[in-house]
């Protein structure tokens, strides 16, 4: 078990500077110069004022040192939890900010892809063994599993929103609330909340109800399904042995899937101007704020590290084999 | 075997639903305390005003030295200036002054109002003006150059504050006294030189109307103070008790919010406005074509450092090929007006020279800028139906526009149509508007569009834009042409040094600038930008409009425009019911 998660850990611990460097490559790659965008938006029109406003903004985001030690201190700074100072949103550090916008996008992740994955297997099962069913959950569910996230958010909100008027088609409350734990706030936000957690649950629920169901008539016409039916088990015994294995694969296939859908998450909030992460990163990459850029991009690692985490340890928990392997390994 | 799997199942559900709630507990904690310092509930729709179009992002900060990207009405709401700035009568009003005279020709002294309180209780003095003119001094503050020109901002009593000049720029000292905030000493003077030009300045004390409320991500909550000075002395109070200024979504969202009547008022253009407009879904200054005031000019800015564009017989040419007429009709349904050929705002049609303009202005010719390339020897000498160089070389113009722009991507390719039909051969790029703005500064560009002077006091500031001298290695904010005409800056300079009140003179120094701007063409007018205000009367009426009896002011919480008759207009406003 020890060998097992140190393994695993050693793996993410791996992958999470790979991540982190890339993620700090990418910024200081990109075309543009965002100090000079600043300087130029502060309309500085004496040259010798613009060239110290620009000395102090390159000294104040350590532009003016070798890439090398820009390097080596953004790791020393982001192992205290700095994650430097906000471009766009300047002077405000990039943690406040990200902190900020952080509960909406966990809010609308976390159910989607959770309420998605439980609601799609069970469907997908469903229909594995009813023909009436099967008929309609397949082409519906590869309908919507080929749907990009923001096609299915500009018609969702279309119909529900602009036509029936039953949702707020923008932003995460309404102009008049401010946030705060009442009442009021919590249902204002759950109430925008909706379409945004539909766009993104819907195309979710196409694809595991379509694997579960094919992993579900893939599992009922392997040999031991055979064996127990010709033993004479009763159907449903054999339905249940099918299902326990067959969601294994979706387990893996959550873990696979969580980069995607944080994807879609992000492209769906900028549809309904959701005051998320994803919003943030269009705003930076457009203004040019390597460190909004960075510290967001960094968020988003370490959740989809985390919950690739949890995933092995639930892999733990539901498959027996894993149990049995790491019980060998250490004996 | 069901109850296991069922029990497995469930640690499953569990697990996950414990990661989920200790991250959302997590992340909304922080959020609550990273957030707001505001009570719950909503604010009465009565007594709020909704605006957007200025914010673009979250509220940065607080601090209105940062004119440029502090949140929507720091300097405005919070923090007030000497002066306000009425374009419609072309004057100063005294604001936080009572007056401010000339007493030589290099002194120039304020008389404070008395009574004025800062947020705090604390009185505004002398000093805190003399201490916030002279934040100049820091070197990287934005308004450093303001002191190669003053040499001294001295109290000289509680109410009198004295300005000695090197060198007497009237008409660049009303641009300041009108722009330039006025903080309290008592709170900024023990901060550091850094603290004072990039802080965020969280807990914002000023004289003005409103008081910072709470924020958020995507909008700041402002709150009226009703002890604020200008109730007695200027007999004025901004009507709505909270002003709520919304980080501005995109186009597709304001429309449905302003349909809603979620939102008061949009300082954002917004493609079809005035289908908007003329179906009465919102108001905007006229009720007709061009809808909205004009805030600033859109040029055509040719890179005269290379060829053929150094040439003023060329862009003499291609100014008379652009079909302005089409894009104010076809790109912008109206929504704009046509410059005049020296490109001077309406406001300012007192200093065009009419004699000059009907002698050298230029129209949309196609013939005459045929014609005008002809004799400058441009000769299409392989008959693909465009010119060449003169020296026989291929001439092909690339005409570059932020990407995303639409109404001016669309303006672009209209001018590129009008360039063709004159035989210039013009294409149309659309980069990122971060690599063009860069690229500008840098003078690696054949044409761009360009509008970043806005409506001022004076001329002066557009010549300024215009005729700078000397070209840097960056230009960041004026001639990004780089067009070099020594006589013309000296005109321009010699202008900045009329007095204000000398319309004559003014007149003629002007006119003398226009001469050489209406050969020379180094920069091509197309267009008068709107001053984008789009309103719903839902809430809020007694809107600015040209309407007999309606206010003037200018309805904008632009930067720099609440002091340019955006604050006159929140206490026009009246209640709807």
Excluded at chain 1, 173 to 185: A, K, T, V
Excluded at chain 2, 489 to 502: A, I, M, S
Aim: neutral net charge; charged residues 20%; proline residues 5%.
């Amino acid at each position: 078990m020890r060998r097992y998660f140190a393994r695993k850990l050693l793996i993410y611990g791996l992958t999470f500077v790979v991540a982190v460097t890339v993620n700090w490559m990418i910024p200081r790659f990109m075309p543009g110069d965002p100090v000079s965008a600043m300087v130029a938006r502060a309309r500085v029109s004496q040259p010798e004022a613009a060239e110290a406003m620009r000395t102090y903004y390159n000294n104040l985001f350590g532009f003016d040192e070798p890439l090398w030690q820009q390097y080596l201190h953004f790791w020393g700074a982001l192992l205290q939890g700095d994650f430097g100072i906000s471009i766009f949103v300047f002077p405000t550090p990039v943690g406040d900010v990200l902190l900020d916008a952080l509960p909406y996008t966990l809010g609308l992740m976390i159910p989607a892809v959770l309420l998605s994955w439980f609601v799609g297997n069970w469907i997908g099962a469903l229909s594995a063994r009813r023909k009436v069913l099967d008929n309609t959950v397949l082409p519906a569910g590869y309908l919507l599993t080929a749907m990009p996230y923001m096609w299915i958010a500009v018609i969702l909100a279309w119909a529900l929103g602009a036509k029936a008027g039953w949702f707020p088609i923008s932003g995460g409350y309404s102009l008049d609330i401010q946030p705060g734990w009442n009442g009021d706030f919590v249902l204002d936000a759950l109430h925008h909340w909706v379409l945004p957690f539909l766009s993104l649950f819907l195309v979710a629920l196409g694809g595991w109800a379509i694997g579960m169901r094919n992993m579900i008539i893939y599992e009922l016409e392997s040999d031991y399904s055979s064996y127990l039916s010709a033993l004479g088990a009763p159907q449903r015994l054999i339905r249940r042995y099918a299902f326990r294995n067959a969601v294994l694969p979706q387990v893996t296939g959550l873990a696979l899937q969580l980069g995607v859908l944080v994807a879609g998450a992000l492209v769906t909030e900028i549809v309904f101007a959701y005051p998320g992460l994803g919003s943030l990163i269009l705003a930076a990459i457009q203004n040019q704020d390597f460190f909004l850029l960075q510290g967001a991009f960094l968020f988003i690692v370490i959740g989809v590290l985390i919950a690739n985490f949890l995933i092995d340890i639930v892999y733990v928990v539901v498959d027996p084999r894993t149990r049995t392997g790491m019980a060998g390994g250490t004996s | 075997m069901g109850t296991r799997t069922r029990l497995r199942v469930t640690t499953a559900l569990a697990v996950f639903t414990l990661a989920a709630t200790a991250c959302t507990g997590g992340g909304s904690g922080a959020g609550g305390t990273g957030g707001t310092a505001g009570k719950g509930g909503s604010l009465p729709r009565n007594e709020t005003l909704y605006t957007t179009g200025t914010q673009w992002g979250p509220p940065a900060n607080y601090n209105p030295l940062r004119n440029w990207d502090h949140a929507t009405g720091t300097k405005g709401l919070v923090y007030e200036t000497l002066f306000h700035f009425d374009p419609d009568e072309g004057k100063l009003t005294p604001w936080l002054a009572e007056s401010g005279s000339w007493t030589d020709d290099k002194t120039y002294e304020v008389k404070l109002r008395t009574g004025i309180t800062w947020a705090d209780g604390k009185p505004l003095t002398a000093k805190d003006v003399a201490y916030s003119y002279g934040l100049g001094k820091i070197e990287a503050s934005a308004f450093h150059s303001l002191w190669s020109w003053l040499s001294d901002a001295k109290a000289v009593d509680d109410t009198t504050v004295r300005f000695t000049f090197k060198e007497a720029r009237y008409q660049e000292w009303d641009y300041t006294l009108y722009g330039q905030p006025v903080v309290p000493e008592h709170i900024w003077g023990s901060r550091t030189d850094e603290d004072v030009l990039n802080g965020v300045n969280d807990k914002p004390v000023g004289t003005g109307a409103y008081k910072l409320r709470s924020k958020t991500q995507d909008r700041v909550v402002w709150e009226r103070r009703d002890d604020w000075w200008g109730t007695k002395a200027l007999s004025m109070t901004p009507a709505p008790r909270y002003i709520v200024d919304v980080s501005n979504p995109s186009n597709e969202v304001v429309i449905g919010q302003l349909g809603q009547g979620q939102l008061d008022l949009s300082n954002n253009f917004l493609p079809g406005a005035s289908s908007l407009i003329k179906s009465k879904k919102v108001v905007s200054y006229y009720d007709k074509a061009p809808y909205m005031l004009s805030a600033n000019t859109a040029w055509l800015v040719p890179n005269t450092t290379k060829k053929p564009m150094d040439d003023a017989a060329f862009r003499r040419a291609l100014a008379a090929s652009v079909d302005t007429g089409k894009i104010v009709k076809g790109v912008y349904g109206e929504l704009v007006k046509p410059a005049s050929p020296t490109g001077l705002l309406p406001q300012w049609e007192q200093f065009e020279d009419k004699a000059l303009i009907a002698e050298k202005g230029f129209t949309h010719d196609p013939a005459a800028a045929k014609k005008e390339l002809a004799e400058a020897g441009y000769k299409d000498t392989n008959g693909d139906g465009f010119v060449e160089n003169k020296d026989g070389s291929a001439l092909s113009l690339k005409l570059a526009v932020p990407s995303g722009w639409t109404d001016w991507m669309e303006a672009a390719k209209v001018i590129a149509a009008g360039a063709k039909d004159a035989g210039i051969k013009v294409t149309t790029e659309f980069p990122d508007q971060n690599a063009l703005n860069e690229r500008r500064g840098k003078g690696d560009f054949d044409l761009v569009i360009n509008n970043e002077r806005q409506l001022s006091n004076t001329p002066w500031t557009y010549y300024d834009y215009i005729f700078q001298l000397p070209v840097q290695k960056q230009q960041n904010t004026v001639n990004f042409g780089r067009y070099e005409n020594e006589e013309a800056w000296k005109l321009v300079q010699k202008l900045g040094g009329v007095k204000t009140d000398d319309t004559a003179g003014m007149k003629a120094a002007v006119s003398k600038i226009q001469d050489i701007q209406l050969t020379e063409m180094p920069l091509i007018p197309l267009w008068y930008n709107g001053l984008w205000s789009q309103s719903t009367t839902g809430t809020w009426t007694n809107w600015p409009s040209d309407a007999e009896g309606a206010p003037k002011a200018a309805p904008a919480l632009w930067r720099n425009w609440l002091e340019m008759g955006g604050f006159e207009t929140l206490t026009q406003l009246k209640p709807a019911k």
